[in-house]
Structure formats: C-alpha cells, structure tokens
C-alpha cells in the first residue's frame, strides 16, 4: 500500500508540474474540474478528496442501521449481518445508547472464535470486538483521503469508522483505492489530452 501511495504522489506532482510549467507560457491551464483558470488551488487531485466524498459513492444504502450492532450482541448475529450485507465489518455500539464502543471485523472472528474453538452463540460482541480504549482508529468526513489510506496502511487495518460525533459510516480499504485508482484515472486522462492537446 506504501507503494501505492508513493507512485500516487509522484504521478500527482509530475502533472501538476507539467500543468503549471506549460501555463507560465500560454497562460491558461486545464483544471481537474474541466475549465481553465490560472490558479493551482483549484486542482483538485487527491490532497482534496475527502472521506466524505467517498461516502457518498457508495451511496445512501451503504449507510444504515445494518452498519452497527451492539456490545451485548451474540457473535453469530453480528457476523450473518456482515455476511448478508457483505461487508467486513460493524461498528459497535453501548447498549441503549448511540455512543460507539468499538468495531468488530472478520479479523477479529476468526481470530478470537474460530481459532480459539469459542462459541459465537455464547460469545458477546463486547468480549471480542476491537475496543474504544484500545487501538480503534477513526476518522471523521472531512479527513483527507490520503490520510485515512495512511492511517490504515501504518495500522494494517482495512475498515475504518467514520465518526462525526455519531457513526457516519464506513469505509474500507477497497473503497480508498477505488478513489484512488478513479481519481488517477481521471488525471492521466487529463494528461494525455494536455499532451495531444486536446484541452483547450
């Protein structure tokens, strides 16, 4: 993921050079949103793009009551939820409340019921879950997306709560590189028309 990371960064500033030197000699440059302007804030590339703008790619049924379960939870429930909205996690919250208590993954099953021959009927979520307390990493909407793709690169984590005082959502890792690769996508596309000349 570091390497993708880097190679994002490097591609981003080659064209952003490339962008800002051709403009200091025809006076215009084409920008990520489609018109020329003579101002590099308004490329948008990736240091813009926020988790929030992810979020709303995957649009409003991937964000729902089925994200989360609660503390008191069985296992086996919280897992056949994650099973049949095929995702790879939930937040976890307090009994009663809205207040988060920590994530259950994959991981975590695997790790501390299958391996350790448990039952997941008998098991609460609280007993096994990624605690608040302990390492839960979270970001909030307007987190970079090269942060948060950071943040679980450096953690080795590939679901990330999304908390603005109450859950969000969720992205994962997969959601992160698909950003990545579509907003790459698009700033090579941009580049080879700038190349061709096909931007003005």
Same mark, same amino acid.
């Given at each position: 993921?570091?390497?993708?990371?880097?190679? +994002?960064? =490097?591609?981003? #500033?080659? $064209?952003?050079?490339?962008?800002?030197?051709? =403009?200091? &000699?025809?006076?215009?440059?084409?920008?990520?949103?489609?018109?020329?302007?003579?101002?590099? #804030?308004?490329?948008?590339? $990736?240091?813009?793009?926020?988790?929030?703008?992810? $979020?709303?790619?995957?649009?409003? #049924?991937?964000?729902?009551?089925?994200?989360?379960?609660?503390?008191?939870?069985? +296992?086996?429930?919280?897992?056949?939820? %994650?099973?049949?909205?095929?995702?790879?996690?939930? +937040?976890?919250?307090?009994?009663?409340?809205?207040?988060?208590?920590?994530?259950?993954?994959?991981?975590? !099953?695997?790790?501390?019921?299958?391996?350790? &021959?448990?039952?997941?009927? !008998?098991?609460?979520?609280?007993?096994? %879950?990624?605690? @608040?307390?302990?390492?839960?990493?979270?970001?909030? =909407?307007?987190?970079?997306?090269?942060?948060?793709?950071?943040?679980?690169?450096?953690?080795?984590?590939?679901?990330?709560?999304?908390?603005?005082? @109450?859950?969000?959502?969720?992205?994962?890792?997969?959601?992160?590189?698909?950003?990545?690769?579509?907003?790459? =996508?698009?700033?090579?596309?941009?580049?080879? #028309?700038?190349?061709? &000349?096909? !931007?003005?």
């Amino acid at each position: 993921m570091q390497g993708i990371f880097r190679a +994002v960064r =490097s591609c981003q #500033e080659t $064209l952003k050079a490339a962008i800002l030197q051709h =403009s200091q &000699g025809r006076g215009k440059i084409f920008t990520f949103g489609g018109t020329a302007s003579s101002s590099p #804030e308004q490329l948008k590339g $990736l240091e813009n793009v926020t988790v929030a703008e992810v $979020l709303m790619t995957k649009g409003e #049924e991937k964000t729902g009551s089925w994200l989360w379960c609660r503390t008191d939870d069985a +296992v086996i429930d919280a897992v056949k939820n %994650m099973a049949k909205h095929n995702i790879g996690s939930l +937040v976890v919250l307090k009994p009663g409340e809205e207040h988060l208590a920590g994530i259950i993954t994959e991981r975590d !099953y695997t790790r501390k019921i299958v391996a350790q &021959g448990r039952s997941p009927i !008998y098991t609460t979520v609280g007993e096994i %879950m990624t605690d @608040k307390q302990d390492k839960l990493i979270t970001v909030t =909407s307007d987190t970079n997306i090269l942060q948060a793709m950071q943040l679980m690169t450096e953690n080795r984590i590939r679901h990330v709560p999304v908390i603005d005082g @109450k859950i969000v959502g969720m992205i994962s890792i997969v959601d992160v590189v698909r950003a990545v690769v579509h907003e790459q =996508s698009g700033e090579l596309k941009r580049l080879n #028309e700038f190349i061709k &000349g096909d !931007y003005y």
